[in-house]
């Protein structure tokens, strides 16, 4: 059985810096894909980032570009996201998701194991 565990999500003051992680058990991350996904209140689930497993190719969505990075780590089975500069409108929970298809992409359709969850919250 495939689980993603994020943690990292707090309350923080805008402009400061968060590092969520995404843990995975039952499924070696090696060759998929993987997301980070946010929903805030009253909206849809929205893309945020993804990342080839090997680290060479990225996307973000504009409103993070230069603010959050994304990275994994093989050894510990693992993808992070480092989130600086918070503003109020990064508040949401966020998800990481793993890709099934194996090519970078903004649908969340295409992702097959998503996580529980974690809460992040910015004060203005």
């Known amino acids: 059985q495939v689980y993603l565990a994020e943690s990292g999500g707090e309350l923080v003051q805008a402009g400061g810096s968060l590092r969520l992680s995404c843990a995975a058990s039952?499924?070696?991350?090696?060759?998929?894909?993987m997301g980070w996904f946010r929903q805030a209140p009253g909206k849809e689930r929205e893309f945020v980032a993804a990342?080839?497993?090997?680290?060479?190719?990225?996307d973000y969505v504009d409103s993070v570009k230069g603010r959050f990075t994304i990275s994994t780590d093989n050894a510990k089975n693992t993808v992070y996201l480092q989130m600086n500069s918070l503003k109020p409108e990064d508040t949401a929970v966020y998800y990481c998701a793993v890709n099934s298809v194996g090519a970078l992409t903004r649908m969340p359709t295409v992702y097959k194991y998503w996580g529980q969850g974690t809460q992040v919250a910015v004060s203005s």
């Open positions: 039952g499924l070696t991350l090696s060759g998929f894909v």
């Open positions: 990342i080839s497993w090997s680290g060479r190719a990225t």
